[in-house]
């Protein structure tokens, strides 16, 4: 299979589970999740006329219906390579998740949208979008590039300029770092100088940790956003960056209903914001494209605040909703995809400890 | 062998991480709804209003029968106006469905606030909270909720606990009903075809319940359920009238869906009319 095919399809699966994603935003920001009261069908026709809530609900379905089919596809298509077992594995969860999903989607419609249900069909809808990234990284010029290498017999076999005891002890899976500069393969080789880490290395150790720690306060404070939107305490504290007119609310205000779960998403904000800095500045000592992704990663982190906010200010416009949840999307699956690269790099640890 | 564990390793856990992340996402939440009256999410709200008090000894006695209750001929009346500036009616446009668009053109007002020349209130319900004692079987006749020009008529209404609801749909466009109960089972309902009905009913009082249509995002109407047939909702001129109440002393409160509750206490003797005027001012 062309590898261009491969890596132009698996993003483009990416691109369409992003797109999913904001769709279901609509319908949540626009009220019209019950639009359509029945599952699977849509006033018991696959078609019913596009008006009103019905455009954001049913053509939410209509979108998933179709990202599904491209998941699906994407699974195929992966499964007639040879080897590549993790994207294969990956993919098929992604898969199996997105049916999930669409099943969560029906049960959330037919029990009337239960901030359960609907929470987790919004978390899960972020967990599809970040398997579907890392398939797409796997993908990637530079991860076929080491894949080649992976099962060629030339990389595989001990190096000759390295001592014969730890060219003996490598494995036949080089790294990042460890690509040769020539030899074997013809394609460019860009990781020479911008992704080139080792496990020796404190810092790198020290990156992957916070990345990691990071990306999962993003993806916990994702589900306390969406249980916060799904139980309609998007605006229990109306003001912004005060809570009331105060810093924190009174006794009073805190016990009214939705208070809490909102101030918790701010709390996990600013948990966010502080946990992303700290894996960006140990991102800024490692190689260029680390560094830059980090640097990214913060300009996300802070436009997602922004949007927060503008979203109170804006009495929840639907276009800054949307827009607060999508970037909330990116902020995670930037974190995701760091995660992997930095975890793949460190693969070298085994040929050079 | 390192690529080998990394694809071995990585994968499932982190999809397994992922999953379960997902799983636990679901554990959130309560069942809080914004688009609920403030008076019906209100926690620790008391006992529904006129609910027929538990005879002394009833939890022991689960087979004792609750008494009927009485009927008489006093009267309760009033009018229910608005107290400084008129705020503008907040308008919009139905362009979203052809059929809505061309059924009224233009801007149209929103219901949720109508103020008459002479102040009157539209729309408010009034209904005896506390006071009314023994049980009150549901009308036969049914109460009806119209969606016609892609409006519900009427807005605001009030129903006996138990009595039917038929839901009619006269517009040749689909709508959905949803209504938003706490204490009552919800529903939301198709109704894609013109001259459809549905009857469905609230069997525990509750005020107010919200219904709505998806489809139609302006389309809002409050139901309020009582247990007892005293209640009225006012006229587009404010006024309102609660007859065929027995002698007693009542609480009666007045609920707008924008301006809140208010309540009163009143004593009618076996055949009085009494006065119960009410004033509603902008956030209070």
Same mark, same amino acid.
């Given at each position: 299979?062309?590898?261009?095919?491969?890596?132009?399809?698996?993003?483009?699966?990416?691109?369409?589970?992003?797109?999913?994603?904001?769709?279901?935003?609509?319908?949540?920001?626009?009220?019209?999740?019950?639009?359509?009261?029945?599952?699977?069908?849509?006033?018991?026709?696959?078609?019913?006329?596009?008006?009103?809530?019905?455009?954001?609900?049913?053509?939410?379905?209509?979108?998933?219906?179709?990202?599904?089919?491209?998941?699906?596809?994407?699974?195929?298509?992966?499964?007639?390579?040879?080897?590549?077992?993790?994207?294969?594995?990956?993919?098929?969860?992604?898969?199996?998740?997105?049916?999930?999903?669409?099943?969560?989607?029906?049960?959330?419609?037919?029990?009337?949208?239960?901030?359960?249900?609907?929470?987790?069909?919004?978390?899960?809808?972020?967990?599809?979008?970040?398997?579907?990234?890392?398939?797409?990284?796997?993908?990637?010029?530079?991860?076929?590039?080491?894949?080649?290498?992976?099962?060629?017999?030339?990389?595989?076999?001990?190096?000759?300029?390295?001592?014969?005891?730890?060219?003996?002890?490598?494995?036949?899976?080089?790294?990042?770092?460890?690509?040769?500069?020539?030899?074997?393969?013809?394609?460019?080789?860009?990781?020479?100088?911008?992704?080139?880490?080792?496990?020796?290395?404190?810092?790198?150790?020290?990156?992957?940790?916070?990345?990691?720690?990071?990306?999962?306060?993003?993806?916990?404070?994702?589900?306390?956003?969406?249980?916060?939107?799904?139980?309609?305490?998007?605006?229990?504290?109306?003001?912004?960056?005060?809570?009331?007119?105060?810093?924190?609310?009174?006794?009073?205000?805190?016990?009214?209903?939705?208070?809490?779960?909102?101030?918790?998403?701010?709390?996990?904000?600013?948990?966010?914001?502080?946990?992303?800095?700290?894996? *960006?500045?140990?991102?800024?000592?490692?190689?260029?494209?680390?560094?830059?992704?980090?640097?990214?990663?913060?300009?996300?982190?802070?436009?997602?605040?922004?949007?927060?906010?503008?979203?109170?200010?804006?009495?929840?416009?639907?276009?800054?909703?949307?827009?607060?949840?999508?970037?909330?999307?990116?902020?995670?699956?930037?974190?995701?995809?760091?995660?992997? *690269?930095?975890?793949?790099?460190?693969?070298?640890?085994?040929?050079?400890? | 062998?390192?690529?080998?564990?990394?694809?071995?390793?990585?994968?499932?856990?982190?999809?397994?991480?992922?999953?379960?992340?997902?799983?636990?996402?679901?554990?959130?939440?309560?069942?809080?709804?914004?688009?609920?009256?403030?008076?019906?999410?209100?926690?620790?709200?008391?006992?529904?209003?006129?609910?027929?008090?538990?005879?002394?000894?009833?939890?022991?006695?689960?087979?004792?029968?609750?008494?009927?209750?009485?009927?008489?001929?006093?009267?309760?009346?009033?009018?229910?106006?608005?107290?400084?500036?008129? /705020?503008?009616?907040?308008?919009?446009?139905?362009?979203?469905?052809?059929?809505?668009?061309?059924?009224?053109?233009?801007?149209?007002?929103?219901?949720?606030?109508?103020?008459?020349?002479?102040?009157?209130?539209?729309?408010?319900?009034?209904?005896?909270?506390?006071?009314?004692?023994?049980?009150?079987?549901?009308?036969? +006749?049914?109460?009806?909720?119209?969606?016609?020009?892609?409006?519900?008529?009427?807005?605001?209404?009030?129903?006996?606990?138990?009595?039917?609801?038929?839901?009619?749909?006269?517009?040749?466009?689909?709508?959905?009903?949803?209504?938003?109960?706490?204490?009552?089972?919800?529903?939301?309902?198709?109704?894609?075809?013109?001259?459809?009905?549905?009857?469905?009913?609230?069997?525990?009082?509750?005020?107010?319940?919200?219904?709505?249509?998806?489809?139609?995002?302006?389309?809002?109407?409050?139901?309020?359920?009582?247990?007892?047939?005293?209640?009225?909702?006012?006229?587009?001129?404010? +006024?309102?009238?609660?007859?065929?109440? /027995?002698?007693?002393?009542?609480?009666?409160?007045?609920?707008?869906?924008?301006?809140?509750?208010?309540?009163?206490?009143?004593?009618?003797?076996?055949?009085?009319?009494?006065?119960? /005027?009410? +004033?509603?001012?902008?956030?209070?």
């Amino acid at each position: 299979m062309p590898e261009a095919f491969l890596r132009i399809g698996t993003r483009t699966v990416a691109v369409c589970v992003f797109l999913l994603l904001i769709a279901g935003a609509l319908v949540t920001s626009t009220r019209s999740g019950l639009a359509v009261p029945d599952w699977p069908l849509s006033y018991g026709k696959v078609m019913p006329p596009m008006v009103g809530g019905i455009l954001f609900e049913h053509g939410h379905r209509l979108i998933a219906a179709a990202v599904s089919t491209l998941v699906g596809l994407e699974l195929g298509a992966l499964l007639l390579l040879k080897g590549r077992k993790t994207v294969k594995v990956l993919a098929t969860a992604a898969f199996a998740a997105i049916l999930l999903q669409a099943l969560l989607g029906g049960l959330t419609v037919l029990f009337l949208l239960p901030p359960a249900i609907s929470s987790a069909h919004a978390a899960l809808a972020e967990i599809v979008f970040a398997l579907t990234a890392v398939v797409a990284l796997m993908c990637s010029k530079t991860w076929m590039e080491i894949s080649k290498r992976e099962i060629s017999p030339k990389v595989g076999a001990p190096r000759a300029d390295l001592p014969r005891t730890e060219a003996a002890a490598r494995p036949n899976s080089p790294s990042f770092s460890e690509l040769p500069s020539s030899s074997s393969s013809s394609l460019p080789l860009p990781l020479e100088e911008d992704l080139r880490i080792s496990s020796k290395d404190d810092g790198a150790r020290r990156a992957l940790r916070w990345t990691v720690v990071a990306t999962a306060a993003v993806f916990l404070q994702i589900v306390v956003g969406a249980v916060m939107r799904h139980t309609g305490a998007g605006l229990a504290i109306p003001d912004f960056p005060t809570s009331f007119g105060r810093l924190f609310p009174s006794l009073e205000e805190f016990s009214r209903p939705g208070v809490f779960i909102h101030l918790a998403h701010r709390i996990g904000a600013v948990v966010v914001v502080v946990l992303v800095l700290r894996a *960006a500045k140990s991102l800024s000592a490692l190689p260029a494209r680390f560094a830059t992704a980090g640097a990214a990663w913060v300009g996300l982190v802070c436009l997602q605040v922004f949007l927060g906010a503008a979203s109170i200010w804006s009495g929840k416009a639907v276009p800054l909703t949307v827009a607060h949840l999508a970037a909330g999307a990116l902020c995670w699956v930037t974190g995701v995809l760091i995660s992997v *690269a930095l975890a793949a790099g460190f693969s070298d640890k085994l040929g050079r400890d | 062998m390192t690529g080998s564990i990394l694809r071995y390793r990585l994968a499932p856990l982190c999809a397994a991480v992922l999953l379960g992340a997902a799983a636990l996402a679901g554990c959130g939440g309560g069942d809080e709804d914004e688009d609920r009256p403030k008076s019906a999410r209100a926690k620790g709200a008391a006992p529904e209003a006129g609910a027929p008090a538990a005879p002394a000894g009833a939890a022991a006695s689960s087979a004792a029968a609750p008494a009927a209750g009485a009927t008489g001929n006093a009267t309760i009346t009033g009018k229910i106006v608005f107290d400084g500036p008129i /705020p503008k009616p907040e308008k919009f446009k139905m362009t979203a469905d052809a059929f809505c668009a061309k059924a009224n053109p233009g801007e149209v007002a929103r219901q949720d606030i109508e103020i008459g020349p002479d102040r009157g209130l539209k729309d408010v319900f009034v209904y005896v909270k506390s006071g009314i004692t023994g049980t009150y079987p549901p009308p036969a +006749t049914a109460a009806v909720i119209d969606q016609k020009g892609c409006m519900y008529h009427p807005h605001v209404f009030g129903v006996v606990a138990g009595q039917n609801i038929d839901i009619l749909n006269s517009d040749p466009t689909l709508h959905n009903i949803h209504s938003l109960p706490e204490k009552n089972e919800a529903f939301n309902l198709g109704m894609p075809v013109q001259g459809m009905k549905y009857t469905k009913k609230f069997d525990k009082p509750e005020v107010m319940i919200h219904i709505k249509c998806d489809v139609h995002g302006w389309m809002s109407a409050y139901c309020g359920v009582v247990a007892h047939p005293f209640f009225a909702v006012t006229a587009a001129d404010g +006024t309102y009238t609660i007859k065929n109440l /027995p002698a007693g002393t009542y609480t009666i409160e007045a609920w707008h869906e924008k301006f809140g509750t208010q309540t009163q206490q009143v004593t009618v003797g076996a055949t009085d009319t009494k006065t119960v /005027p009410f +004033t509603f001012k902008a956030g209070a």
